[in-house]
């Protein structure tokens, strides 16, 4: 079994941004993939965010997420549109499930999301040059 040490190390050097936020929308952490996503100088700055306000262009997509996360307890690769720092939009493709206590009270939902931009802008290339 893995070692605590040996999951701090995959937390702080994965390419993806992982996170673990609340249900009322703050972050409770984030990895460094994730604040050098969203172009912030550090986790602190990224974890004074609100979700839905400061980070999601669609503020009612999370709404929908949270919807999601109910009926199902899991997202798997949905694709949402995020703001940087900068207000620069960001493609992301988000998995994610809800972490409950033993009584079944949510505590939380965590997972990880994957700059998906330059794939989308791709696609969107080719689908001109086509058309």
């Not at 996170?19 to 969203?38: D, H």
């Not at 997972?111 to 040059?129: P, Y």
Request: charged share 30%; aromatic share 10%; net charge neutral.
């Amino acid at each position: 079994m893995p070692s605590k040490e040996q999951y701090c190390f995959l937390f702080e050097t994965a390419l993806e941004g992982i996170f673990c936020s609340t249900p009322e929308g703050r972050f409770i952490e984030v990895n460094p993939a994730l604040v050098r996503m969203l172009g912030y100088g550090s986790a602190k700055e990224v974890l004074a965010l609100k979700l839905p306000e400061d980070l999601y262009v669609d503020p009612s997509q999370r709404g929908r997420l949270r919807a999601t996360y109910e009926a199902k307890g899991e997202v798997y690769g949905a694709e949402l549109l995020w703001k940087k720092k900068s207000g620069e939009p960001r493609v992301v493709s988000l998995y994610a499930r809800t972490v409950r206590d033993a009584k079944g009270n949510l505590l939380c939902y965590e997972g990880m999301v994957v700059n998906i931009t330059e794939r989308k802008r791709m696609e969107e290339a080719l689908r001109e040059s086509e058309g």
